[in-house]
């Protein structure tokens, strides 16, 4: 249980699942909330083994220096 001032917001503490973005858009605009949409941001895994890493990848390339 929380407890604090009768200030808070009570609803803070709950999580609300909706199905889609225009359902939580319509859920906040009927209760009289603002909101910020935040698109997930997803990284491209490849999925590999991990003896991968262990693999041959070729002769090693030279880098080239810059003399100025």
Known sequence: MHWGSATEDVLSFHE???????AAIDLA????HGYDV???????HKRQAYI????????????????E
């Open 38 to 44: 935040q698109m997930p941001q997803h990284r491209y």
């Open 29 to 32: 605009k009927r209760n009289g």
């Open 16 to 22: 609300v699942k909706v199905p889609n973005l225009k």
């Open 52 to 67: 991968d890493n262990f693999g041959w990848k070729g002769e090693p390339v030279a880098e080239e220096v810059d003399d």
